[in-house]
């Protein structure tokens, strides 16, 4: 059974920072030479809202962001930790959403539970 196991959210006042982390169970990768073969994304779901991308690193660390989290947010991974990681920074109230991670490679995709991030005063 695969495992991506999703933490670190909360609730933050605007112009907070939170960081998300997204672990791999054994389950899903037995090494961490196993890991680095994935590419790694997270991505977010408000109420009411299609679920999008958010950032996206490639297994080989190629990086890319949705417009809207640019400068803000930066997109981290850990192979040997086995762990993507999400700082957000500057956070506002349209960031408050599920975030969730996936792992995908060559068509096979896999998804983590969430983590709820409030940005509320």
């Known amino acids: 059974q695969v495992q991506l196991v999703e933490s ?30 994935w590419n790694m994304g997270w991505y977010r779901q408000a109420p009411g809202k299609q679920r999008e991308m958010v950032a996206r690193i490639t297994s080989g660390s190629n990086t890319n962001y949705a417009d809207s989290v640019k400068g803000r947010f930066t997109i981290s991974r850990d192979n040997a930790k086995k762990t993507v990681y999400l700082q957000m920074s ?11 991670c996936k792992a995908d490679r060559g068509g096979t995709v896999y998804w983590g539970q969430g983590t709820q991030v409030t940005v509320s005063s």
């Open 8 to 37: 670190g959210g909360g609730l933050v006042q605007p112009g907070g920072s939170l960081r998300l982390s997204c672990a791999a169970s054994a389950t899903f990768a037995t090494s961490a030479t196993f890991f680095s073969g």
């Open 90 to 100: 500057s956070l506002k109230p349209e960031d408050t959403a599920v975030y969730y």
